[in-house]
T-cell receptor
Framework: AQTVTQSQPEMSVQEAETVTLSCTYD???????LFWYKQPPSRQMILVIR??????QNATENRFSVNFQKAAKSFSLKISDSQLGDTAMYFC???????????FGPGTRLSVLP | DTGVSQNPRHKITKRGQNVTFRCDPI?????LYWYRQTLGQGPEFLTY????????KSRLLSDRFSAERPKGSFSTLEIQRTEQGDSAMYLC?????????????FGAGSRLTVL
């Protein structure tokens, strides 16, 4: 079975600090993409960052970066210089089988404190 | 194009009634997905369309659920004889075709409350 685990149901961080959200996944596929999506309170889900499994270089997107460890099947998200607007649920996800199935983790609720 | 649109945003119904949700994807996206999200959980895959063809259905999609995408444009998700366990947020998402173009764009969701 293809699964995604996020072991931190809730986290908090002080504004301007750095926080890392963890994600592990299980798949027997070789071709897949990994994602972090953000869902602010009462708002729609938006893409934060994407990583191709065949690329060794970790993806970065402004203050957001990932640490992708393919052998360990680990895909953590680092948020630098946290801002109040980063408060949201964060979902780790991957897609396999040539783009047909997205599997999401249970989410981590991040609160950025002033 | 204003993104993925879902209607209604919130539906309250009594147990046993039928409800229908509509999703209008981004116009050039030929893939359309339906997910269900319960409070505090991640989205769970329900079904997926490539153009008008429904290519996969989750076992979560009981025979009370039906989804259509006529002409490969908008999609509807109908739930017949609703049960309290159907209360959830129903998310629609769309994407381009191809493994490398698979970023999902989500709608705001349709929240169903079954009394």
């Amino acid at each position: 079975a293809q699964t995604v685990t996020q072991s931190q149901p809730e986290m908090s961080v002080q504004e301007a600090e750095t926080v890392t959200l963890s994600c592990t996944y299980d798949t027997s596929e070789n071709n897949y993409y990994l994602f972090w999506y953000k869902q602010p309170p009462s708002r729609q889900m938006i893409l934060v960052i994407r990583q191709e499994a065949y690329k060794q270089q970790n993806a970065t997107e402004n203050r957001f970066s990932v640490n992708f460890q393919k052998a360990a099947k680990s895909f953590s998200l680092k948020i630098s210089d946290s801002q109040l607007g980063d408060t949201a649920m964060y979902f780790c996800a991957f897609i396999y089988n040539y783009g047909q199935n997205f599997v999401f983790g249970p989410g981590t609720r991040l609160s950025v404190l002033p | 194009d204003t993104g993925v649109s879902q209607n209604p945003r919130h539906k309250i119904t009594k147990r046993g009634q039928n409800v229908t949700f509509r999703c209008d994807p981004i116009s050039e996206h030929n893939r359309l997905y339906w997910y269900r999200q319960t409070l505090g959980q991640g989205p769970e895959f329900l079904t997926y369309f490539q153009n008008e063809a429904q290519l996969e259905k989750s076992r979560l999609l009981s025979d009370r659920f039906s989804a259509e995408r006529p002409k490969g444009s908008f999609s509807t998700l109908e739930i017949q004889r609703t049960e309290q366990g159907d209360s959830a947020m129903y998310l629609c998402a769309s994407s381009l075709d191809g493994f490398g173009a698979n970023v999902l764009t989500f709608g705001a969701g349709s929240r169903l409350t079954v009394l």
